[in-house]
């Protein structure tokens, strides 16, 4: 990685404080994360919405796993917003095999538990490691820092569950005076409530999902950084003599 060429501004940080910065260079390239962001999610959630008729937990069930996949595209983008390069739908496009194909099988399965995916899966998509060489690399990149990146986890899960409840309860700020919250909740509307859930969770998943995955990206620049120290004075001193 070619330090003269970051766009953002290395220095070293403790773990979330790194992640701040990871939320400021989603905020600074928002137009073109979410712009490719929604090449997939919309799809993905509007397939999530429709199993709504099979079962009323599925959409979540179904968005919440797909979280991982979506990440991907989202990384691709940061990945080059870190050195001042935004990316239109039509170049991810031509990365589609890259970035939505390579590595689905474990994508959706064996990472899809783990506590911190966004500290770790810049490993696996941008570094382009054999699989042997990865699991090794993955533990050198989170060496004590899993704490730091589980807070973090931790932190944007309530933030989702939080906002998904926000979300739901425009329902009853908006609902005629004369219909109380029970009558949300009676048989024969429960449907609605859970179809008013599942619309409120995809919200919030397509808002938040974003910062989530820049804040662990930043954390991995600076791992990277504490690790590696990108190779000297000359080199950071010219980069940031600006």
């Known amino acids: 990685m070619h330090v003269d060429g970051l766009a953002i501004r290395m220095r070293p940080r403790v773990p979330l404080e790194a992640a701040d910065l990871g939320g400021r260079l989603c905020q600074r390239y928002a137009r073109s994360v979410y712009s490719c962001y929604a090449m997939v999610a919309l799809p993905v959630a509007a397939l ?23 990440d991907r595209t989202i990384l691709f ?13 039509s170049e991810l496009r031509a ?5 939505w194909w390579s590595q689905l099988l474990l994508t959706l399965t064996w ?3 783990s506590p911190w995916r966004s500290f770790t899966q810049p ?7 054999p699989l042997r060489a990865l699991r090794k690399r993955v533990l050198q990149i989170r060496g004590k820092k899993t704490q730091a990146a589980l807070l973090m986890t931790s932190a944007f899960s309530i933030a989702e569950t939080l906002l998904t409840l926000a979300v739901a ?13 029970d009558s949300f909740f009676v048989d024969g509307a429960s449907a609605f409530t859970g179809l008013t859930l599942s619309f409120a969770y995809t919200a919030a998943v397509l808002f938040l999902e974003p910062f989530y995955v820049a804040a662990g990206f930043a954390m991995y ?6 690790l590696e120290a990108w ?7 010219r980069a940031f003599s600006t």
């Open 48 to 70: 999530a919405l429709a199993s709504f008729e099979i079962a009323e937990w599925l959409p979540a069930l179904a968005l919440w796993w797909a979280k991982p996949w979506l």
């Open 77 to 89: 983008v940061l990945s080059r917003a870190a050195f001042g390069a935004s990316t239109t739908p």
């Open 123 to 129: 490993v696996y998509q941008l570094e382009g490691l």
């Open 221 to 226: 620049l600076n791992r990277r950084e504490q």
């Open 111 to 113: 990472r899809r538990l």
């Open 95 to 99: 990365a589609q095999r890259e970035v």
């Open 231 to 237: 190779d000297v004075e000359q080199e950071l001193r």
């Open 169 to 181: 309860s425009l329902v009853f700020w908006f609902s005629p005076q004369t219909q109380t919250p």
